[in-house]
């Protein structure tokens, strides 16, 4: 039976964090994966995050099941994170996940189950594992036009005329803020001209949020999802831990459904719970539990809150230094997009040949799509950075 296996497509994120890996060279650059790193390469645990395990070896008493849900308490501080009050809480059907990767699964089998025929559009660049689960789970998958090679922002009227094409009951996949891979996002007037469409088509929206905290802040990235949820009839929600509290390999995540109205969400509830019982039965705790921990002290929250606001100036600061260096290198403003760009990611628009050719001769590693982790640079790499780009013709 084995021997019947075939070989299955290598996800090039991390191929890529092997290949990185594997290079000998000290001065290699790792724009990869999408892991925060400070200035000195390391993604450290965050303060808050240190703290509430801290409290939890003290005062946990059991390992024993929670709920097929998760903990009510870790769904009802992540919705209020998420959506503040924008959302009757009443609508909400939530369930815990091992990160915002199972959360897009969950969220893709429910489609499925509730309408095998649905199309989900996704925004062209996407999260390539977006594309790969879709067509794992058996869900087709249309792509709408996002990103402007030429301008590096936001293809709008592409979106919109492609977003137009879509039957009622297709799924319109965006991303919450800090689109992955672009950088690029909208505005929120092109974010209302969204939901428009999806109330006038009959769509149903999906928002994945895994970034919340690294763009604008923790509010202003917030504020397209809950005017999406507060605007739509029926809506899914893909939200992840794993960047904002830096709980990676503790796998924590969230999917919350929304409903037109409340008396629909003990049906969803118990449809999510199925899922979760199918798929892994109950969902990982530790990291769940760490977050609930700081969302709900305040000291606590204070202190995630403020070391999550130094990441994200750093991200910024980042950014800033790549644009100015690059336009003195190159003598144009045709890399000032970095700046504009929100979040962790920056895709610079280069070819795959050009990317590899930065690879081979300058150890710096970036996705394929030429997406780069600002992150992974700092202030001593960010000038080495522009030098290649320039030399390498980009
Ligand atoms: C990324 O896009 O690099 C991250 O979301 C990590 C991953 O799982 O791909």
């Given at each position: 039976m084995l021997s019947t296996l075939k070989q299955q497509p290598a996800d090039k994120i991390l191929a890529l964090m092997a290949k990185y890996k594997e290079d000998p060279r000290p001065t290699k650059i790792d724009l990869g994966v999408g892991v925060y790193k400070n200035a000195e390469g390391v993604t450290p645990v965050m303060r808050a995050v240190k703290e509430a395990e801290r409290r939890l070896v003290a005062e946990q008493e059991t390992k024993s099941y929670v709920a097929l849900?998760?903990?009510?308490?870790?769904?009802?501080?992540?919705?209020?994170?998420?959506l503040g009050n924008a959302v009757?809480?009443?609508?909400?059907?939530?369930?815990?996940?091992?990160?915002?990767?199972?959360?897009?699964?969950q969220a893709f089998e429910l489609v499925k189950m509730a309408n095998p025929?649905?199309?989900?559009?996704?925004?062209?660049?996407?999260?390539?594992?977006?594309?790969?689960?879709?067509?794992?789970?058996?869900?087709?998958?249309?792509?709408?036009?996002?990103?402007?090679?030429?301008?590096?922002?936001?293809?709008?009227?592409?979106?919109?005329?492609?977003?137009?094409?879509?039957?009622?009951?297709?799924v319109v996949l965006l991303h919450g803020c800090c689109h992955n891979p672009t950088g690029a996002n909208l505005n929120l007037t092109e974010w209302q001209a969204v939901v428009d469409l999806i109330n006038d088509k009959g769509l149903i929206a999906m928002v994945d949020i895994a970034y919340q905290g690294f763009g604008d802040g923790l509010e202003e990235d917030a504020a397209a999802t809950r005017l999406v949820a507060s605007?739509?009839?029926?809506?899914?929600?893909?939200g992840s831990c794993s960047k904002n509290f830096g709980v990676?390999?503790?796998?924590?995540?969230?999917?919350?459904?929304?409903?037109?109205?409340?008396?629909?969400?003990?049906?969803?509830?118990?449809?999510?719970?199925?899922?979760?019982?199918?798929?892994?039965?109950?969902?990982?705790?530790?990291?769940?539990r760490v977050v609930t921990t700081i969302l709900t002290d305040p000291e606590l929250r204070a202190d995630w809150a403020a070391e999550l606001e130094e990441i994200r100036l750093g991200m910024l600061?980042?950014?800033?230094?790549?644009?100015?260096?690059?336009?003195?290198?190159?003598?144009?403003?045709?890399?000032?997009?970095?700046?504009?760009?929100?979040?962790?990611?920056?895709?610079?628009?280069?070819?795959?040949?050009?990317?590899?050719?930065?690879?081979?001769?300058?150890?710096?590693y970036m996705v394929g799509d030429s997406r780069m982790n600002i992150a992974g640079l700092n202030a001593e790499t960010v000038p080495i950075l522009a030098k290649a780009i320039v030399e390498a013709g980009i």
């Open positions: 849900a998760g903990d009510p308490a870790f769904a009802d501080a992540m919705i209020g994170l998420v009757q809480r009443e609508k909400i059907a939530a369930v815990a996940t091992p990160g915002g990767t199972g959360a897009v699964r025929t649905a199309r989900v559009f996704v925004s062209n660049p996407t999260w390539p594992n977006h594309v790969s689960i879709l067509k794992y789970v058996g869900i087709e998958t249309v792509a709408y036009r996002y990103f402007d090679t030429e301008t590096r922002a936001v293809d709008f009227d592409g979106m919109m005329a492609d977003l137009s094409e879509a039957k009622s009951g297709d605007s739509v009839k029926e809506c899914l929600i893909a990676y390999r503790e796998r924590t995540g969230i999917l919350m459904a929304i409903s037109e109205d409340a008396a629909s969400t003990p049906l969803v509830q118990q449809n999510l719970n199925f899922l979760n019982r199918q798929n892994y039965s109950f969902p990982p705790d530790h990291g769940a600061a980042l950014r800033e230094q790549l644009a100015d260096e690059l336009r003195k290198l190159s003598g144009s403003d045709r890399f000032g997009f970095i700046a504009e760009h929100r979040g962790m990611f920056s895709q610079i628009g280069t070819t795959p040949e050009l990317v590899e050719k930065l690879r081979a001769d300058n150890g710096i």
